[in-house]
């Protein structure tokens, strides 16, 4: 993505909002007054039409009671099965094989409980050392219930140099004794994208499968899964998808693996014409819904409801070029207006590598983060230097990055961090 004539004026960040195309939907989200948020990569915004969606599930508990499961606005029974055919075209799935359900911790368990079989040499599971912990325990978990000790069978592929993956480096990882590897599509902290398509082919080629994680993608870079042949997937819907906090996740499960038993079972895993059967022999879905395990948390799902309406307005292809266009001109800012205030860009230049944030690194950054947050301004900050700055395409301006780089100029030219303590908050 090239800006044409880049300036670093306001008059600039003016003319492009007038060309963004998807410049309306800044008026679908509750934006503070005085505030510039610039963390929908940990935390989307609330939209009115989520809004809407969750007072409408509430009014179909009310007036409805238990029968809310097949009446109102929302039926609940269907209600997993509806959202995963909304969310399909933004993972590259086909609706059997995208579901709404639990969390992205729960849903991984499930996942690696189903897929990963030792037998034989095959007996380790591969990631990366730059994915997000809570990955790692769970995968720590699922070797020590398979009686493996963690610390010989979760393979961690190193980084060169801290920031990034490379994708010879993780294929050459790919040995006989690997029975499933787990990645992230982007890297949490310097929002690198992983080569998807070639990660897969290799881990097949080798008779390994291969499942990612989709956290910091979903909802701003499209996906084509079923097309690249990944065997599952899974994310959570409240970073970009706008769900809301602690919102239900989601996950894809190719449909090559239809009618394999869950390893994690439970009543929502059930073919959904056996359901009320009330059988002890679990029939379960010939769909991405056998991987569901309990009752659809329905207050927590109604808002992406409302959310996916959006996506699917504005096209997840439109949202990724406003995203990359966005992005590059933060960095361009931050490279022409604070080239020798000591940040580093450390994301990614190249479009087919970058997600949707950009990150920042500076040695004063936790104390940077509170002086923009002083500033009105809400970014991310990532032990133990890194600013997150996520320009949202559905409700970030070209004028809204414009004033957070200026006010990081203000910030290093006053020198206005030092008064705060270079460490995280509780909540980082």
Known sequence: MHLKNFEGTLKYA????????????????????????????????????AERTLLESLEDWKEYGIDGWTEGKHPWFFMAENLGKKLAPLVGGSAEEVIVTGSTTVN?????????????????????????????????????????????????????????????????????????????????RSGQILDIKRLTAEAHRRGILIGFDACHSAGSIPHYFSEWGVDFAFWC????????????????????????????????????????????????ALSAGAFQIGTPHVLSVAPLIGSLEIFAEAGIENIRQKSLKINQYLMKLIESELGDMGFFIGTPREDARRGGHVSLEHNEAARICKSLKENGIIPDFRAPNIIRLAPVALYTSYEEV???????????TEKQYEKFKNEREVVA
């Open 14 to 49: 003016k003319e492009l909002d007038k060309e963004d195309s998807l410049a309306q939907f800044r008026e679908e989200f509750y934006l503070k007054p005085g505030s510039i948020y610039m963390d929908g990569n940990s935390l989307g915004l609330l939209s009115k039409r």
């Open 108 to 188: 991984l368990h499930q996942l690696v409980s189903t897929f990963y079989h030792p037998e034989g040499l095959r007996t380790k599971i591969l990631a990366d050392e730059l994915t997000f912990p809570s990955d790692i325990y769970a995968l720590q978990s699922q070797l020590r219930i398979h009686g493996n000790n963690p610390d010989t069978h979760l393979i961690r592929v190193k980084s060169r140099d801290g920031r990034f993956l490379e994708e010879d480096d993780i294929i050459e990882a790919m040995d006989e004794t690997v029975a499933l590897i787990v990645l992230p599509t982007v890297l949490y």
């Open 237 to 284: 819907n409240y970073k970009h998808l706008n769900g809301g906090p602690g919102g239900v996740g989601g996950l894809f499960v190719n449909r090559k693996h239809f009618g394999r038993m869950p390893g994690l079972a439970g009543w929502f895993s059930s073919a959904k014409e056996k359901q009320f059967d009330m059988e002890h022999t679990l029939t379960p």
């Open 402 to 412: 414009w004033e957070v780089v200026q006010t990081l100029k203000k910030i290093m």
